[in-house]
């Protein structure tokens, strides 16, 4: 799918410079919401003349500095490295062609007798043979590279990159695309593996994913210095990812045993969390204990805070109703029927916190004690047959920044919502459904758990039968 006239795209100024974006082919949707928060955090705006195919690995971006991009690739997790693009064609005659149009005094600076360097080929959607690449490589001979090649170990790496477009099952002959530029910088994938839940100490059973995690942080553009709340914390997943970023980090969750560490473990083969499972020493295990201030139990239905704008960015993960129930305190009158008096739990719980009124009670939250241009991270679950954009839950101070979809299952999926605080928050916004119906909240996020299960019901069934055949 080809897409044009996105939000920022507007006419390069003279004074930019192109790059090269290399970008994972993972979380798709979420890719251009980082890249697009990140260069804002770093005082630029998304920009490109290309007509940008949303799913490539190739983006070119036309931005101010190479300082701007070295800072884009310390943040994201979407983008794998950027390049300085010296040529782009469609063939290899066009590459050649834009490589000779390229300044040489831009190129010089990277290619004296007494500098080291290396050529990289990498290819989307193909493999060459060795022979082939250095066919390739051999033909930039052109090129007025004066320095001695240094496989190991080069000051400069320049690299050919080829686009054999997205369809595995028809491989051009020939690239659709061509790039020749020199390599800046990478980006942060290694996280997803130095941060990855499978060695974290503390988990549960809904501990977000670390590429996740961090992708959330970057849409919130959390920066130093800042304080991130998630009011809905569990293991602190999504306090990690900030703290990594150098954001002071708080939370509070309606369960004590998980505030506390305490209770039944999630891992298989352990029956009981251990003396130090608990959020601080998730922290701790990254080096991170610093930017921990602390987590409370607490009921998110009910403010605790006093009035102000508190937090820079709220990045959360409400309950859905599946893995976590949902679930608010309520008075022991209120709760004498449906509720449990848990001593595990420590206060009344009762168990008719609606889906809806999570939202709304985030939102209006979000309003109050965001700062202003603060941001709203959260994940809202769908039910894609029932989706419009209508059911996003709006509030007069927030805008809508981005909204990504990551599928559960064919019927359900969740989507990645961010926004932003424009306006203050004044006492009428209290109540802003009753002023304006777009603000109303929209009910049919209730049901969600039924129509997740009735699908898993209906899975089960048909694989049941098919089983039979
Ligand atoms: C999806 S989990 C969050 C997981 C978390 N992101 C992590 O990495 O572990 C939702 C959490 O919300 C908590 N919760 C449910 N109802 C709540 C309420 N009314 N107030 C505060 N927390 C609540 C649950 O106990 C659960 O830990």
């Known amino acids: 799918m080809r897409r044009g006239g996105w939000p920022d795209m ?7 410079c192109r790059y090269l974006l290399l970008l994972a082919q ?16 770093y005082g630029g705006q998304f920009s490109s003349q290309q007509e940008i195919h949303v799913n490539s690995p190739f983006w070119i971006l036309n931005i101010p500095s190479e300082e701007m ?20 064609g469609r063939s290899s005659g066009e590459l050649y062609a834009s490589l000779k149009s390229y300044p040489v005094d831009k190129m010089l600076p990277y290619l004296q007798s007494d500098s080291t360097y290396k050529i990289h080929i990498h290819t989307f959607n193909k493999t060459l043979t060795q022979a082939e690449k250095i066919k390739k490589i051999d033909a930039l001979e052109f090129l007025p590279f004066n320095g001695k090649v240094n496989l190991k170990n080069p000051e400069h790496v320049f690299w050919i990159l080829e686009d054999y477009g997205m369809d595995p099952n028809n491989v051009p002959e020939e690239p659709i695309d061509l790039y020749f530029g ?12 130095s941060y990855s839940v499978k060695k974290r100490h503390f988990i549960g059973n809904t501990s977000m994913d670390a590429c996740l995690s961090f992708i959330m942080a970057n849409h ?6 800042d304080v991130v709340f998630d009011p809905f914390v569990g293991t602190g997943g999504l306090l990690i990812s900030s703290a990594h970023f150098g954001a002071y980090v708080c939370g509070t969750d309606i369960d004590y045993n998980t505030i506390h560490g305490l209770g039944k473990a999630s891992r298989k083969n ?9 959020i601080r020493a998730n922290l701790r295990q990254y080096g991170l204990e610093k930017y921990y201030l602390d987590a409370l139990v607490s009921d998110s239905s009910k403010t605790i805070w006093r009035k102000g704008m508190l937090f820079d960015v709220i990045i959360t993960d409400p309950p859905y109703g599946i893995r976590e129930a949902t679930r608010r305190t309520g008075s022991q009158k209120e709760t004498v029927k449906s509720a449990e008096r848990s001593t595990e739990n420590h206060i009344f719980i009762s168990s008719s916190y609606h889906l809806s009124d999570i939202f709304f009670d985030l939102l209006k939250f979000a309003a109050e004690y965001l700062v202003m241009g603060g941001r709203l991270v959260y994940w809202l679950p769908i039910y894609r047959p029932e989706y419009t954009e209508e059911i996003i839950p709006r509030h007069p101070c927030l805008k809508l920044i981005s909204n990504c979809e990551q599928m559960l299952s064919s019927q359900t999926s969740r989507r990645l919502i961010t926004m932003e605080k424009v306006k203050e928050f004044k006492d009428q916004d209290q109540n802003s459904y009753s002023l304006d ?33």
Request: one cysteine or more.
């Open 437 to 469: 119906g777009q603000y109303m909240p929209y009910k049919g996020h209730n049901s969600f758990r039924e129509k997740y299960f009735s699908g898993v019901t209906k899975r089960i069934a048909k694989e049941e039968k098919d089983n039979q055949k």
């Open 182 to 193: 020199r390599w800046i910088a990478d980006g942060q994938r290694e996280l997803i593996e």
């Open 69 to 88: 991009a070295r800072g884009l690739m310390k943040r994201t997790v979407c983008a794998k490295s950027i390049f300085e693009l010296w040529g782009h």
């Open 220 to 225: 919130g553009r959390v920066k130093p210095n």
């Open 26 to 41: 993972e979380h798709l949707e979420f890719r251009l919401p980082e890249i697009t928060s990140l260069l804002s955090l």
């Open 10 to 16: 507007a006419v390069a100024a003279p004074a930019l």
């Open 270 to 278: 352990q029956k009981w969390r251990g003396p130090d499972e608990n």
